[in-house]
């Protein structure tokens, strides 16, 4: 009977989540405004820190957002991570390898370096700033990629960049979250700290990665294929199956499980199944996509939130904007050759993600963060997920005008 509930308790959230993201994105919609961002909103607003704690059946909240309704959550970031790997040749990705790797590089070393140093300058504890500064690395991909599909700019140059940055910057703040976490569950703190075993988990990790390309980009496409799987669904069946599996391998060796879907989907963008898959899962993604944005907005809880908290929250945030506008945006400028072009790489790459909520976790568990930490770390992860999608859409807006400006200009009859 109490698992009975439990399964009624997920399904009722799941509802609730999914039509509150779907009402949102028709509003804002129609008030011209990013869609995912609405869908964010939308799991603030009905979450069980909101609205949702004010709707009791039976002494117990209508929402709650438990461990099925998270997992359910990150099964919507491999998807969404699987879709971006279909817009992405393996030979797109290696093409851009130096850039991404640059970009995505800096993406993650300047944050920290600058969170560090920063933290410890306001008074914080040597580990306790390292934690923040893990927490300023990783960017949301998901984000970038829902807000550049919804744009229409997929295929551009900046979003090429974006997502080969954004897949390295992710790879490396799992490597930083490994060796950080260790340090944290250590007896000995930040004295046990050695230079060569970080520098092999960090490897180690980066090596799992490229094994992990390589083998999708030989192996996925002579597995689905049509001339093997005829059945109607057999081909979209054996992708699902690919990329889930793909996701759960990354996750077991100490990746994040969205790597393991990207290069899957990388590995089919090239194959005769590619249209098949590409319709198959973006019908999917109309579900999972909304549903991943909303479990994100409905876990934010900000009735911690005092004076203190705000004013930390703001330096973070400051912070974690500047340090990827700086550590990404300026070498996408050189790399594009458009100051254009690579502002909008820093400005894609600015939204935090499942990471900086990880190392919030990790910070509290061990009893390294206070809970105005772990609240300003959550307060930064929402806001920079909200500024993302609206600067973008502006930048893209600004192009537009300037592009009507411009033809305008060109068309215009000479005098005389």
Known sequence: ????????????????????????????????????????????????????GFFVVDGKQLLVINDEIKILG????????????????????????????????????????AGLAIFQIFGFEALESMLIATALTATSIAISIQVL???????????????????????LAI?????????AGSEGGLDSID?????????????????MLIVAVVVIPKVITPRLWKAKGSVEGIATASFFGAAALAGSIGLSPIVGAFAVGMALSTTKVFEKIENYIGKIGLIFAPL?????????????????VLML?????????????????????????????????GIGMISRGEVGLIVAGVGVTEAIL???????????????????PIWLKMEYRKEQRQGRETSGISTKPSPG
């Open 195 to 211: 230079i060569t075993e970080i520098t092999i988990t960090i490897l180690k990790v980066l090596g799992f990665f490229a094994i």
């Open 175 to 183: 490597a930083v979250l490994s060796v950080v976490s260790s340090i």
């Open 74 to 113: 990150e099964m919507g970031a491999v998807v969404i991570l699987f879709m971006a790997g279909l817009e992405m040749t393996p030979k797109e990705f290696l093409k851009g390898g130096k850039a991404s790797f640059t970009v995505g590089t800096l993406g993650v070393v300047v944050p920290f370096f």
């Open 1 to 52: 009977m109490a698992a009975e509930a439990h399964f009624i308790e997920t399904i009722i959230g799941v509802g609730i989540l999914l039509f509150a993201a779907k009402l949102m994105a028709e509003l804002f919609l129609r008030l011209k405004l990013p869609i995912v961002l609405g869908e964010l909103l939308a799991g603030m607003i009905v979450g069980p820190f909101a609205l949702g």
């Open 313 to 345: 929250s703001g330096i973070i945030i400051v912070v974690a904007i500047v340090t990827k506008l700086f550590g990404c945006g300026l070498p996408a400028m050189l790399f594009l050759k458009n100051k254009s072009q690579g502002m909008r790489v």
């Open 370 to 388: 206070t809970s105005e930490v772990y609240s300003t770390i959550v307060i930064m992860v929402a806001v920079t997920t909200i500024i993302t």
């Open 149 to 171: 599909s919804e744009f229409g700019k997929i295929k551009t140059p900046e979003a090429r960049l974006i997502i080969g940055a954004a897949v390295v910057d992710d790879i």
């Open 292 to 308: 991943f944005f909303a479990i994100i907005g409905a876990q934010v809880d900000l009735r911690a939130v005092d004076l203190n």
